[in-house]
């Protein structure tokens, strides 16, 4: 038995986002059947290959699952698919990104008469708009999303990471849906109907970007490989052996990153205080630390990185993560066993403590039934603090309260996605050291302007919250958080491990408050890491997952993707293991200690390339803007400065449509084109030919003509690109919200729909101490003498200390 055996899930068609889903059940003991056609789900083809043949994509979004095989020509195939799903708790489906030959089955008529039943639609961009059926690939979806044009060389192309990461998103925010839908159907709701739009689940780690161009304006553009604004350094470095990743963001690190070189002259010039103000000195500041980097090695600079608390850390080859031992001991790197072939894979990522998920699997062969532990009812929920304040009517997280004691992005992401729900959030902090996304400046200047109530990555993850502040050093400001914690259901914060319980609130004092509570760390690494203290942000996190080393050609050094990619990442996995964790918590009155390491939410980027080296022992193909299967697959200039369209030909039909639309209609004919192995041979000269056609056209013009003939492609938008895209516009993505200090601004909506509306945004995010009495009064009673004291003794507030004002105080 594990937390999701009651569970059966049934999957249809062929889709990476649904198909990761699936398997985050299947990781929690849920029964899921996978229904393939005879010849099996396509991504069964998927590269990179083991040497038995097997798709390393596949199994790593498989396992554990059981492959039902029905053939839609057969008579019967429309009733054994329905009565499959009529006998399931949560179905989904995958069908309009690939129908995989499913049989035509009425999932209204299913639903009306199976009203507990959770169903879970996958499409690329949702059913309305201007981008409603559109031909994609998880590349040109990327493209769209804003995930592209930043990264690569300063002159072009972007480049372009490997397949399936719009998968990985997606099916994390598909799991929060339905996980959210089971937990809520636990307290005698129906079930739920959710719509998912891949492309806008791949916004995620484009929000940040989105909002820093709508307060900053169009400052954004491509500065090179692993560069990247508003930030330097953030990049990855050469050592004398091997590469380490730099993120040196606030002045502390900086001035710690210049003196470790010894080059204090450089770290205490007031002209490079922000990293704003470094990016206008790249090539002068490089020149100066990158030959020091070089006199020792990646694991040497780690080390005394860690001593001066900065955020380094060596950049890793696949062989390595597969040989990590710490990984393997905590479950990121777990065995898998499919056919013949024994080898390795990433585990899942939310680990539990109480009640951990599986450790690996077996992959099911076509029409392998797998067994599994599984009871077919729910118990009902136990009593929990909560329990009264839940309305079966309302959101699925409606009656839930979380203590968000998270700063910055990862955190504040996942605690805004439970606060989109229908969670109450009180998001903590102190007036002395509040969330450093408000803005890590303290010089009068900015504290006195209010600037810290203006920054718009910090409105954009804590909306939907209530805000107190207190100074949890003191022992009053300790006594008031504890007094919250003991009636709330979840716990959040991604401090470094020992912050919380250096202050009097680790799990060992917080079980004993509250037994029921569900507390999440989300530190970098780990709490029984040996690198538990290292200090980290997202760029951190993608620097350490070893997905740098499977970006860029052959030769390139490894190549980061994104200023913070991990963040968004680590949030989302965050959020679905809290629910998990709940719904145990709901069954048994039961909380637990959830220990995310965040690094380790990078791996699944690079789960296949782990399993082909724990197999066939060899380096994965770089393969730059190319594909291992589509071809042609890459980024082409187009008509104007700096604009560029992802394209790709997934099948030979594709193939012919765009040979005829460049004006190669010789080429559609050719008959040793017709496979990508014959059109691999020419490839160079197929890719002239198409940039030939797209330096004619605006890149807009180009998507809508190859589009208009059903070929994948996607124009390469930068993030305040999306601010203004018709797709989003017309699916009211962007939702406007008033807010003291900025007034009406923007805010994104979740990708997962009830409806044909997003879920409407409730309050725009706190300032400082904004329900200090609501709270403080209204919940835990106190008086308003009582709450003027704690004010004069700085345990409350609502105004940041200055670093002067700090000073003072200590």
């Given amino acids: 038995m594990r937390v999701l055996s009651r569970l059966r899930i049934v999957e249809i068609g062929s889709s990476a986002a649904t198909s990761y889903c699936a398997r985050l059940f299947a990781d929690f003991g849920a029964d899921v059947q996978k229904i393939e056609p005879p010849a099996g789900d396509p991504i069964r083809c998927s590269a990179p290959l083991t040497r038995g043949g097997h798709s390393a994509w596949f199994a790593s979004l498989n396992y554990n699952k059981s492959s039902t095989v029905i053939d839609s020509a057969e008579p019967d195939a429309i009733t054994r698919l329905t009565a499959m799903i009529e006998n399931c708790d949560i179905l989904l489906d995958g069908r309009d990104v690939d129908p995989a030959d499913c049989p035509a089955i009425d999932i209204r008529a299913i639903r009306q008469r199976c009203p507990g039943l959770i169903y879970l639609e996958a499409s690329w961009f949702g059913h309305e708009g201007p981008y409603a059926g559109f031909s994609a690939t998880d590349s040109t979806v990327r493209a769209l999303a804003g995930l592209i044009k930043l990264v690569g060389p300063v002159e072009g192309p972007p480049l372009l990471a490997p397949d399936f990461q719009t998968g990985i998103l997606a099916g994390l925010w598909g799991f929060i849906a339905a996980a959210s839908s089971a937990f809520a159907r636990m ?37 090179g490989i692993n560069r990247f ?11 004398s052996n091997g590469w380490i990743g730099v ?51 990646a694991q040497e600079w780690f080390a005394e990185g860690l001593k001066r608390k900065i955020p380094i850390v060596p950049v890793p080859e ?10 393997k001991e905590r479950g990121a790197i777990v065995p898998v066993v499919f056919g013949e072939e ?112 203006k920054t718009a990555r910090f409105c954009m993850v804590n909306r939907n919250k209530r805000g107190i502040t207190l100074d949890l050093t003191r022992p009053q ?68 997952s070893g997905l740098p080393s499977v970006i860029g050609h052959p030769g390139d050094p490894p190549v980061m993707s994104h200023i913070a990619f991990g963040d968004a990442v680590g949030g989302l996995n965050g959020c679905a293991a809290v629910l998990v964790a709940l719904i145990h918590a709901r069954t048994t009155g039961q909380g637990q200690f959830i220990d995310l390491a965040q690094i380790e939410c990078m791996m699944p980027f690079v789960a296949p390339w782990i399993t082909v080296d724990s197999i066939n022992h060899v380096p994965p193909i770089r393969y730059g803007n190319r594909h291992p299967q589509f071809v042609p697959h890459g980024c082409f200039r187009c008509a104007g400065e700096d604009d560029w369209i992802v394209i790709a030909a997934t099948d030979v039909d594709m193939w012919q449509r765009l040979a005829t639309l460049i004006g190669r209609p010789d080429w559609a004919a050719d008959p040793s084109l017709k496979s990508a192995e014959g059109r691999r041979v020419i490839e160079n000269v197929i890719e002239s030919g198409i940039e030939g056609w797209t330096l004619t056209r605006d ?27 018709p797709h989003l516009s017309s699916r009211g993505f962007l939702q406007a919200v008033e807010r003291e200090f900025i007034g ?43 709450l003027a004291q704690l004010q004069r003794e700085g345990i409350i507030g609502t105004a940041m200390l200055s670093e002067d004002e700090l000073t003072r105080a200590r």
């Avoid at 604004?229 to 050592?239: H, K, L, S």
């Fill in 744 to 786: 009406l601004h923007p805010q994104p909506s979740m990708p997962i729909r009830e409806g044909k509306e997003p879920y409407a945004i409730r309050a725009a995010a706190p300032t400082l101490g904004q329900h200090n009495a609501e709270i403080l009064s209204g919940l835990l009673g106190l008086s308003d003498d009582e």
């Fill in 342 to 453: 024994e080898g390795l894979t990433v585990g899942s990522m939310q680990r539990l403590t109480l009640t951990p998920p599986r450790r690996g699997g077996r992959v099911p062969a076509l029409g392998e039934e797998q067994p599994v532990a599984n009871i077919r009812r729910y118990v009902t929920g136990a009593a929990s603090a909560s329990s009264g304040r839940i309305n079966v009517a309302g959101p699925p997280l409606d009656g839930i309260r979380v203590i968000d004691f998270s700063m910055g992005w990862a955190g504040p992401l996942c605690t805004r996605t439970l606060a989109d729900l229908g969670a109450d959030v009180i998001k903590i902090e102190a007036i002395q050291y509040p969330d450093w996304w408000r803005g890590v400046d303290r010089r009068a200047a900015y504290v006195d302007g209010r600037m810290y109530e």
């Fill in 477 to 544: 400001g300790l006594a008031l958080a504890k007094r919250l914690l003991a009636g709330a259901d979840i716990a959040v914060n991604n401090y470094s491990v020992d912050v919380l319980p250096r202050l009097g609130l680790g799990y060992d004092v917080l079980r004993t408050l509250n037994p029921r509570l569900v507390v999440m760390s989300m530190s970098a690494f780990g709490s029984n890491s040996v690198y538990c203290n290292c200090r980290a942000y997202g760029s951190t996190l993608e620097q350490g």
């Fill in 229 to 239: 604004w508003p930030n330097f350094p953030v990049g990855i470095y050469e050592t």
């Fill in 187 to 223: 307290h005698g709701g129906a079930g739920r109907s959710w719509s998912l739009s891949i492309f806008e689940s791949s916004l995620a780690p484009s929000e940040y970007l989105m909002f820093e161009a709508l307060q900053r304006g169009d400052l954004m553009h491509r500065s």
């Fill in 699 to 725: 890149a807009n013009q180009a998507m809508l003509e190859l589009q208009a003939a059903r070929i994948a492609a996607g124009v390469a938008r930068l993030p305040i690109d999306l601010l203004k895209d």
């Fill in 318 to 327: 696949i062989s390595d993560l597969r040989q990590d031992a710490e990984k």
């Fill in 247 to 297: 993120s040196a963001i606030t002045p502390a690190q900086w001035r710690a990153f210049c003196h470790m070189l010894d080059l204090p002259k450089l770290g205490n010039d007031p002209a490079l205080f922000l990293g704003v103000d470094r990016l206008q000195h790249v090539e002068l500041i490089e020149r100066q630390f990158v030959p020091r980097l070089k006199t020792r090695t």
